[in-house]
């Protein structure tokens, strides 16, 4: 191939960028993405955003429609303080779980530096969105974003009617619990339609303007030992509530005696916020895993094609770097593992076992050493997996020594460390079952649930906090959290700690007034 065939298949060769040339570096990546690594993804809106528009998405949670609140504006000031000191940069885009898939570019990039984040976004995480499991199952791409357009102007509409302030309390609160206002083990409603919204509004006026009959009927003397009614009214309380209730905003929302019909709303907005949120909580590993993979193969195989010059590759190859880079235990830098680092390394360990196994992989995997499908290895591995069984399923012994990981035990009653797990036989599946557990949210997040309600006695809400090996709240942001759900509840809410194993109860609080 002679000098000027060999320029004219490129790309692009400097560092500036136009919209034609976006367009042009899209469908040759879209091709290979597509053709090459049988990528299945949703529509793409790429859209082109200043460092100040990138600012703001932060401060949105990441949404391009969004409502008004104080924490936002908070975080932009200290997200821009940060990087205009230089002490933090921004990410070169931002993708949205929706259909279409919308990726943003921030303009400031080098086209280098877009050809990269079209191939990580628009096609690598998109494929992700799209097809994984959790996703699939308990997000809905298709309406998202008509949502976040009804409730950013329903929250307009109420700080109008009701004033700023009132419905700031309302989202403060909503807020302090969005953690817990998920549906972890059952699947949450899909998003309503505008016609369903409307009729669910109906319903909740009709009920503030009414009288339940739950809540007016005079108790009748029952038959039996005063303890056996107690345990009989306990169980039916429990049945009618449909408790114990494991998403806090839900139940406020649906049995709170003391909220409007507009605050109710915005609690279900706040949880459809969490819920939407809660899949990629899950799967930070295999998202970015995934992403960094297809972006490293598509950029690489557009080299190999001539499409792209050495001088692109490198500076892709120093930013991927920086992506995946994994500092020691030892090292300043270090706070955990990097979810990009292993994650990417974990994509590339699998391709190897297919093409290029060794006995100990066929040992490990026999389901998938050697195969020579790795792209489908991995496309139903991004399918059917989260971070968990994730590493559980696929974290390989060599791997485990390449990043040299071992495991250490430390017990509160000692004042040293032990080495519970090394290489061997034993430890690998030690140090892969520690590393999955760390990605466990069931486990690393506090299991608060609400598990009784007298409506015709105290109206005490009775909160069970399960505590998993020993770890308590802090008292101060307990109790904090606490005066929120007082807030939402109106009435005194209790808080019981009990121990996992033993089913003992370590402490007990309760908040009277908010």
Partial sequence: MNKRSAKSSLLFTGSDWNFDMLSRVYDAIEEVAIDDLGLDVYPNQVEVISSEQMLDAYASIGMPLMYRHWSFGKHFVHEELLYRKGRRGLAYELVINSNPCITYLMEENTMAMQALVTAHASFGHNHFFKNNYLFQQWTDAGSILNYMEFAKGYISRCEEIYGIAAVEAILDSAHAIMDQGVFRYRRPPRLSSEKERQRIRERLEYEERSYSDLWRTVPQKQDGTEQQVAER?????????????????????????????????????????????????????????????????????????????????????????????????????????????????????????????????????????????????????????????????????????????????DQAGENFYRVGAIHDERGYQRVRAALAHTFDLSANQPDIQVVDVDLLGDRRLRLQHTIQSGSLLAEQTRDATLRHIRRLWGYEVSLAGVDADSGKLLYETSIEEA
């Fill in 233 to 409: 009214e306990l169980r039916e309380r429990k049945k009618s509530l449909k408790l114990p209730e494991e998403n806090l905003l839900y139940f406020l929302e649906k049995n709170s005696l003391i909220l409007e019909p507009w605050q109710r709303e915005i609690l279900r907005i706040v949880r459809v916020v969490a819920q939407y949120f809660y899949p990629q909580r899950q799967t930070k590993v295999m998202n970015e895993g995934c992403a960094t993979f297809v972006h490293y193969t598509i950029m690489n195989t557009l080299f190999d094609r001539g499409q792209i010059t050495e001088g692109a590759l490198l500076e892709i190859l120093a930013s991927h770097a920086n992506v995946v880079f994994q500092p020691d235990f030892d090292d300043p830098r270090f706070s955990s593992i990097n979810p990009y680092a292993l994650g990417f390394a974990m994509m590339q360990d699998i391709e190897r076992i297919c093409v290029n196994p060794t006995a100990e992989d066929r040992d490990w995997f026999p389901d998938i050493a050697g195969n020579g499908d790795w792209r489908g290895t991995l496309r139903n591995a991004w399918a059917d997996h989260r971070d968990e069984s994730f590493v559980l399923q696929f974290l390989s012994p060599a791997l485990m020594r390449k990043m040299r990981f071992f495991m250490l035990d």
